[in-house]
């Protein structure tokens, strides 16, 4: 053994110099054997004065004692069978830092020779004390959590896994991933638990004066998050006023565009319905991410009692509208125990034309839809005798457009397409001749519903709605919402009085003060307009 003086940091004021021994050799686990001459043999036993046993002892023992701080003896660290210890990795006071220090606590995929590393100290929780100023808030806290928890169990992966190491880490955060946004959307797109009910259904009887029922039609663009024409659509808000405005006035509502994936808006706006007595209601099947689509957008709330319910869904739409599956409603619904109606609501493939030249394929997809329509009203209608009212966003526009005719002139002649729609969803096979459109009955002519102008100051004309309507359907004058109706067997015990389209315009409600009409946004509650109907029970 040699020993060699060691110089401490002159910081110390320069104590006196300490001589450390520092082996030459590295350490080995078997025990030392004295030293031999080359010419003895093996077998002869050598004898050592019992003065030099024990100056050998003193100096063993002083080696033991050395402190681990000022210790310096070499270590043989093999990587063959494990990485060097974790105390060797540079402190991490970054969570990038420690994962990085635990991927490298894995064993090598390319084991080499045996390397000599010197034994460095172990840092301690009193030693981490002592560099308190030196790391963060964060791995103050984090290294004091680790002090109070029991150590890890470690792991060593077989080698035939060691070799795949990377890919299985891949495929562990995969699977995590997978199964926290599975766990995700199994609870936040599911329905929520709705309130009980607080009113009692309601009935049309004479003895209560209530003889009447209010039926309303309304696509609410109630679009799923993120889907916008403009900068923003208000959707929040327009929900709000519609549930302090419009539902305590009817008594059946159907909406179109209201759409429950990804957002609690629809939620929102059946429990209010309840609170209000809509103690019913019925929607489009909802989606999950994984289905690669959304709901069809459909919702029927009713104050009287649904006693019978069916929905249908049609194939997968073109454009945007693949991926909202569309489809229908029914309900039978009860006015009073002698006094039944059918009810059915849709919204059918949008128009995606150019240039106002009518789009084949939309037209082609929009009456397979009506064919499927009619085969359902067919199949739960066709066992009784009770009226047959459909109504919704039907996206045909029964208006004619002459090009040297202007704008403002109602259109009394009916499209083509118009005409082909009532022919299929009546079909002269079967027991719904009658079928007929209520609005037009009433008006003579289709009035606009979509894309409305209006007279400025100035008398020149200008869009009737800026806010919601996409720039390419300004003033478009489009009449796409409808209601029919059929009184089957059963003409005038039940029938539809006073329909009309309602535009529910902002500056028109005399509920709101004027303070709060400068304060909203929007000017209407949707795009388009909508159709009221009220049904008389005629004794």
């Known amino acids: 053994m040699s020993s060699l003086p060691v110089e401490r940091n002159n910081s110390l004021d320069h104590e006196e110099e300490e001589e450390v021994i520092i082996p030459t050799e590295p350490y080995h686990d078997e025990e030392e054997r004295p030293a031999q001459s080359e010419g003895e043999e093996e077998e002869e036993e050598v004898v050592i004065p019992q003065a030099q046993q024990q100056q050998q002892q003193q100096q063993a023992t002083i080696r033991t004692r050395l402190p681990s701080q000022n210790s310096y003896e070499a270590s043989v660290v093999s990587i063959q069978s494990s990485p060097p210890p974790y105390e060797l990795y540079p402190p991490a006071n970054t969570v990038f830092g420690r994962m990085f220090n635990w991927l490298r606590k894995i064993p090598r995929l390319n084991t080499h020779q045996a390397i000599y590393l010197p034994t460095l100290p172990i840092h301690t929780s009193s030693s981490r004390q002592e560099d308190d100023d030196d790391v963060s808030c964060w791995s103050y806290h984090y290294y004091t959590c680790m002090d109070h928890l029991p150590e890890p169990p470690h792991i060593v992966l077989p080698t035939c896994l060691a070799h795949y190491r990377t890919l299985l880490i891949f495929i562990s955060f995969f699977s995590l991933t997978l199964f926290s946004f599975l766990l995700f959307c199994s609870i936040y797109f599911a329905p929520i638990d709705y309130p009980p009910p607080v009113f009692p259904d309601k009935v049309i009887s004479n003895n209560n004066n209530q003889t009447t029922a209010r039926f309303l039609t309304l696509n609410i663009f109630m679009r799923p998050p993120l889907i916008k024409n403009n900068w923003s659509d208000f959707k929040d808000d327009r929900l709000a006023y ?15 565009e209201s759409f429950a994936f990804a957002t609690r808006r629809k939620d929102h706006l059946i429990s209010e319905a309840i609170k209000l007595g809509f103690n019913y209601h019925l929607e489009s099947p909802r989606k999950y991410p994984w289905q690669i689509g959304v709901d069809g957008g459909l919702l029927l709330v009713s104050k009287f009692p649904i006693r019978e319910s069916n929905v249908i869904e049609y194939p997968r739409g073109q454009h945007s509208d693949w991926f909202s599956v569309k489809g229908a409603l029914h309900a039978l619904i009860e006015l009073n125990p002698e006094r039944k109606v059918h009810v059915y609501t849709t919204h059918t493939q949008a128009s995606y034309d150019t240039n106002n030249v009518i789009n084949e394929d939309d037209t082609i997809i929009r009456l397979s839809q009506f064919a499927r329509l009619h085969n359902f009203i067919h199949d739960t209608a066709r066992d009784d005798k009770e009226p047959i009212m459909v109504m919704g966003d039907l996206n045909v526009d029964a208006a004619v457009h002459p090009i040297d005719s202007p704008i403002t002139r109602p259109s009394k002649e009916s499209s083509p397409e118009y005409t082909k729609m009532v022919d299929v969803i009546k079909d002269i096979d079967w027991k719904m001749k009658d079928l007929v459109d209520v609005v037009y009955t009433k008006y003579g002519y289709h009035p606009v519903t ?25 003033m478009t004058v489009q009449s796409i919402d409808r209601i029919f109706w059929s009184d089957r067997d059963k003409a ?45 029970h005629i004794y």
């Open 242 to 256: 519609i549930e302090k405005y419009i539902l305590p006035e009817y008594d059946v509502i159907a909406f179109q």
């Open 492 to 536: 005038g015990l039940l029938k539809p009085i006073q329909p009309r389209v309602e535009k529910f315009w902002v500056k028109e409600n005399n509920l709101i003060s004027e303070e709060e009409r400068q304060s909203i946004g929007f000017t209407q509650i949707s795009g388009n307009f909508f159709f009221i109907v009220i049904y008389k």
């Open 450 to 474: 979509f894309g409305d102008y209006m007279l400025n100051e100035h008398g020149d004309l200008i869009p009737a709605e800026t806010v919601l309507t996409n720039w390419d359907q300004l």
